[in-house]
């Protein structure tokens, strides 16, 4: 199947449902998404001039790092599956596109390359990647959720275990998720002294995505911890409170 998206034109497999499932290889309702991605990548340039390499770590069709590509962005591609780096590859050339494709676990590139920017958009949640996406990311770490039920606290004790926070179920779920995937990426971040600042984070439809600057210091990490914090919520009478502390 041939999708048009921004300036490129890419073969994703054909896929039941629509591709709208939790464990989809291209996810049509992500377009907005990877249109953001364009766009935050485009704005973080003019800020940051010196930035040049972009690295979607688990690209499957690679549409996303295609994107980048074809606006000026040093693209590499990385994934664990056959099908997927093939069409990377293709993808990249069907659009006349430089770009290098690993075919490895993203962790492990991560852990021995770094690039000026890193792409974590796995299926469900980004923490098995987290540590290695820091070590590997030198200045801006894009990161999407998909796992809304733990994030939210639908399903408490995942949250609880993958994000090492306490997710309460509120009708302000997807605030909630956002904070609860920024207060566990700060804290990844901080293990290495570096702090992790959101520049721009969005709750669409079924996912949470956030991106982080880098500024390296334990000073600075240490600030970051200090802005994390706790809400006290009252669902009968709607009193609330936040605190800040661990
Ligand atoms: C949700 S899809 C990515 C969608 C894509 N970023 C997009 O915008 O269309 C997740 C991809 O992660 C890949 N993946 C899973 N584990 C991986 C790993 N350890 N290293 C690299 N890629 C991995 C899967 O093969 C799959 O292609």
């Known amino acids: 199947m041939r999708v048009s998206e921004g300036q490129v034109t890419v073969t994703v497999p054909e896929q039941p449902d629509a ?6 290889f291209f996810n049509p309702v992500q377009e907005l998404n990877r249109d953001l991605t364009v766009a935050t990548l485009r704005a973080y340039r003019e800020r940051t001039p010196r930035v040049e ?11 996303r790092g295609v994107r980048a590509a074809a606006d000026g962005w040093e693209t590499s591609l990385c994934d664990v599956d056959d099908e997927a780096v093939a069409l990377c590859r293709s ?14 676990n993203a962790n492990v590139l991560m852990h021995s390359e770094a690039f000026d920017v890193v792409d974590l958009d796995p299926f469900g949640t980004p923490i098995p990647f987290a540590d290695a996406a820091v070590q590997g990311t030198k200045h801006l770490l894009c990161v999407t959720a998909t796992d809304t039920a733990p994030l939210c606290g639908a399903h408490f004790e995942s949250g609880v275990r993958s994000y090492g926070a306490v997710p309460r179920n509120t009708e302000f779920h997807p605030e909630m998720g956002l904070r609860v995937l920024l207060s566990a990426m700060v804290r990844t971040a901080a293990r290495y002294d570096i702090a992790a600042r959101p520049v721009l984070s969005h709750a669409t439809n079924h996912y949470v995505r956030t991106y982080l600057e880098f500024d390296h210091g334990a000073k600075v990490a240490n600030d970051c911890i200090d802005d994390l914090g706790h809400i006290y919520y009252c669902q009968r009478c709607l009193w609330r409170e936040s605190e800040r502390g661990l």
């Open 53 to 63: 390499s972009y690295l979607d770590a688990t690209a499957a069709s690679g549409i």
């Open 91 to 104: 993808n990249l050339d069907d659009n006349d596109l430089d770009g290098t494709v690993h075919h490895e």
């Open 19 to 24: 591709g709208t499932g939790s464990e989809v």
